[in-house]
């Protein structure tokens, strides 16, 4: 349930451009210390979203609110930070003279520290009296990152932040961003179409897909419910041919094979972990392990994303 005190929430947001209808009916919420990654394909509408958020384009219809505030209203925005994806970064001047630019833009008391305390925050302090021009991709993110940090905003709202980064780059853009949501306590919306970078940082996803929301909730409780309900349980010794053979006889259990000592159950419906365990137990197996495989969210996204191609 969306809640006026949450930092962003959508509630039935329809975006058209010229024919067509780039969001349709786009509801979520974003709570206060979240990192909510929102994600989807090229072209899904995670850019157009992330502009409405920002004052930068009207919605056509519905409501969108950031900290309280209609997104249509000037307060709203000075409490925000934002990157998108062009940095806007002036490239013949330094780090300091850019951050110096939109200290004054943003009205920064002692703005001379501040800019060293955003520079500390991601790491560019040595760099900061170099021209931008000479920077490497993951430096100009993680000095678009300390410029959307320079008013000391509650909620930054990040468009790609990694895109077009190289690995070693991209980790440390990650670190950054985590740095920001759990040292200095802010809530975090960033926009990518990487699964394996939202999985890592984010604690809360929405799934967009040609402007609609495929499906939005808790990582951890996505990747529960969507797991398979694959089981593995690890025996002291390898199960022997009859009592395999047993097993395979009561559908109910679902096992699929035997790897080694792990045995591997997909359960039917209703039968839970400890009725096999005891079944096992009850004939005489010792049981060293169990453990119930979560979905990635590679699995989650494939699974949405093929049931939108059927649909
Ligand atoms: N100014 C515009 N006029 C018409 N269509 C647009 C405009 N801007 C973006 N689009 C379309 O809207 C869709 C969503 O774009 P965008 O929000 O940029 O996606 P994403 O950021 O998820 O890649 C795309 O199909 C894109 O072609
Ligand atoms: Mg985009």
């Known amino acids: 349930m969306p809640v006026m005190s949450d930092p962003i929430t959508l509630e039935v947001v329809s975006k058209r451009l010229g024919e067509r209808e780039v969001l349709k009916s786009v509801s979520f919420a974003v709570k206060t210390g979240d990192v909510f990654g929102y ?14 958020l920002l004052g930068l384009l009207e919605l056509t219809s519905g409501k969108a609110n950031i900290l ?35 200290a004054w833009i943003y009205e920064v008391a002692e703005s001379a520290e501040r800019i060293d305390k955003v520079l500390d925050l991601v790491g560019l302090q040595d760099r900061a009296n170099d021209r931008v021009g000479t920077y490497s991709k993951g430096m100009k993110q993680r000095l678009a990152l300390a410029r959307a940090m320079i008013h000391d905003p509650e909620l930054l709202i990040l468009d790609e932040p990694t895109s077009g980064v190289d690995p070693s780059g991209q980790r440390e853009v990650r670190e950054v961003i985590l740095n920001m949501a759990h040292g200095e306590g802010k809530t975090i919306f960033l926009s990518s179409h990487n699964l394996d970078e939202v999985q890592r940082i984010c604690n809360r996803i929405a799934l967009i897909d040609r402007g609609e929301i495929k499906l939005c909730g808790e990582l951890e409780q996505l ?19 009859p009592l395999f053979a047993e097993l395979k006889s009561i559908p109910r259990l679902g096992l699929q094979e035997g790897r080694g000592r792990s ?39 494939a699974t949405i994303l093929e049931k939108a191609e059927l649909s």
């Open 68 to 102: 309280g505030e209609d997104v249509s209203r000037d307060e709203a925005r000075r409490k925000v930070g934002f990157a998108l994806e062009q940095d806007g970064l002036y490239e013949n001047k330094t780090a300091w003279e850019n951050l110096s630019y939109y």
């Open 223 to 241: 990747q529960q419910e969507m797991s398979n309900r694959e089981v593995v349980i690890e025996t002291a010794e390898i199960t022997s041919e």
């Open 263 to 301: 045995l591997i159950f997909v359960p039917q419906e209703g039968v839970k972990v400890p009725e096999i365990v005891s079944f096992l137990v009850g004939r005489g197996v010792g049981i060293e392990g169990v453990s119930r495989k979560k979905a990635s969210l590679e699995e989650i996204y």
């Open 39 to 52: 994600l989807g394909p090229n072209g899904a509408g995670k850019t157009t979203t992330i502009r409405i």
